[in-house]
């Protein structure tokens, strides 16, 4: 559609959701990311987010967005999965003259990082008591009890001899 007509469609679903003739939950399926957005489908986005913020006003219409009960309906037009896409959501909002719906995100935005390591250190833990329960299941505890890992397919020829001395 050409910018005018974006804008009409825009205005119209701004006005249904204003006055609750359609359901808030109809965010959910408007995901805001490069890859998956296109010049026309964020011209809509602005409007949209434009006409409602001119009806209720940037507050109400924070409040309406952080409301925690839900969540799950705004997670395509404000993603959390990557620090690009959440970049790239704060920039759009930001660059349409809305970058206070974006407060919460940018909080989280600084945080990513220590997020990300803390993540890779539980997956690293979680991963190395999986290779550990899987040793143990395949009877090799009394490998793993040792300090000496690295000698682990020698120690399974010689693993019979070992556990009789050390018992």
């Given at each position: 559609l050409e910018t005018g007509k974006l804008r009409n469609v825009a205005s119209l679903f701004g006005h249904l959701l204003?006055?609750?003739?359609?359901?808030?939950?109809?965010?959910?399926?408007?995901?805001?990311t490069e890859e998956e957005t296109t010049?026309?489908?964020?011209?809509?986005?602005?409007?949209?987010?434009?006409?409602?913020?001119?009806?209720?006003?940037?507050f109400k219409l924070a409040e309406r967005i952080n409301d925690p009960s839900t969540p799950m309906w705004y997670d395509g037009i404000f993603p959390k999965d990557t620090q690009a896409n959440l970049r790239f959501a704060i920039n759009f909002f930001t660059s349409i003259?809305?970058?206070?719906?974006?407060?919460?995100?940018?909080?989280?935005?600084k945080?990513?990082?220590?997020?990300?390591?803390?993540?890779?250190?539980?997956?690293?833990?979680?991963?190395?008591?999986?290779?550990a329960r899987q040793r143990i299941?395949?009877?090799?505890?009394?490998?793993s009890d040792s300090s000496d890992g690295d000698s682990s397919s020698d120690s399974?020829?010689?693993?019979?001899?070992?556990s009789s001395s050390s018992s």
């Open positions: 204003v006055t609750d003739a359609i359901p808030w939950s109809v965010m959910d399926c408007m995901r805001l010049s026309s489908s964020r011209i809509f986005i602005k409007y949209l987010f434009q006409e409602l913020s001119a009806s209720l006003g940037v003259g809305l970058g206070g719906l974006t407060d919460k995100m940018r909080e989280l935005y945080e990513m990082p220590r997020i990300a390591a803390e993540n890779a250190k539980t997956h690293a833990a979680a991963a190395a008591d999986f290779a299941l395949r009877g090799g505890a009394s490998s399974d020829s010689s693993s019979s001899s070992d």
